[in-house]
Structure formats: structure tokens, C-alpha cells
Nanobody
Framework: QVQLVESGGGSVQAGGSLRLSCDASGNIGTPDYMAWFRQAPGKEHEGVAGITPDGTTNYGDSVKGRFTISRVNDKNTVYLQMNKLTPEDTAMYYC?????????????????WGQGTQVTVS
């Protein structure tokens, strides 16, 4: 099993920045693929950003150029730096992890999910 704990969410004004962190722990090693998804009220899960073990990344169209995903493998941690936030970025953000590749923004690729951290942009 892998446990994922997100942190760093909060409230921010439009144009501001936040940095989310996701710490992975467990007894089956560091997941190969990690990603961030988000879900706003009344909307489906949206792939925000994903990262491979060697640092290859992919981003959802709505966040390209504003968000950056990174990972520190020896700390089992993945980050999401979010800049130029807009009210449309308001959502619950979830960290996801998995060991198979079906596309970095394909939620079906991820077995393990965190509880989420709320981001509110006003």
C-alpha cells in the first residue's frame, strides 16, 4: 500500500501563488508515476499535471505555463507550484500515484489517492 498526504492548500487572491506538496509513504516502494488532479463542485476530475520517474511531465491545457510539477524521489515527495491563480482554479486538489503508465493525466492509471487539499481563489 501507498499512503499519500497532501498539504499546502488554502485561500489566495487571483494572481497569487500556492505550492502543494504530496508525501508518499508505504511498504511497496516509491510509485513510478505521480500526478495531481482536481475536482471543482459539480465537475468531473480533471488532470492537472503528471510526472514520470525521470522527470518527464505533462500538463492539462488550462494550467500550462502557470503550474509546475516536480518530484524529489529520495524524499518520496511531489510538488505542484501554482502561479497566476484564477477563480477557475478553485477546486479540491488530489495527489495520485501508480506503477503503470496509461497516460500521465489518465486517472485510471493511478491506484493510490490522497484525501485532497482545498484551493480557493477569489
Amino acid at each position: 500500500q501507498v499512503q499519500l498526504v497532501e498539504s499546502g492548500g488554502g485561500s489566495v487572491q487571483a494572481g497569487g501563488s500556492l505550492r502543494l506538496s504530496c508525501d508518499a509513504s508505504g511498504n511497496i516502494g516509491t510509485p513510478d508515476y505521480m500526478a495531481w488532479f482536481r475536482q471543482a463542485p459539480g465537475k468531473e476530475h480533471e488532470g492537472v499535471a503528471g510526472i514520470t520517474p525521470d522527470g518527464t511531465t505533462n500538463y492539462g491545457d488550462s494550467v500550462k505555463g502557470r503550474f509546475t510539477i516536480s518530484r524529489v524521489n529520495d524524499k518520496n515527495t511531489v510538488y505542484l507550484q501554482m502561479n497566476k491563480l484564477t477563480p477557475e482554479d478553485t477546486a479540491m486538489y488530489y495527489c495520485a500515484a501508480g506503477f503503470r503508465f496509461l497516460g500521465l493525466l489518465n486517472k485510471d492509471a493511478y491506484t493510490f489517492w490522497g484525501q485532497g487539499t482545498q484551493v480557493t481563489v477569489s
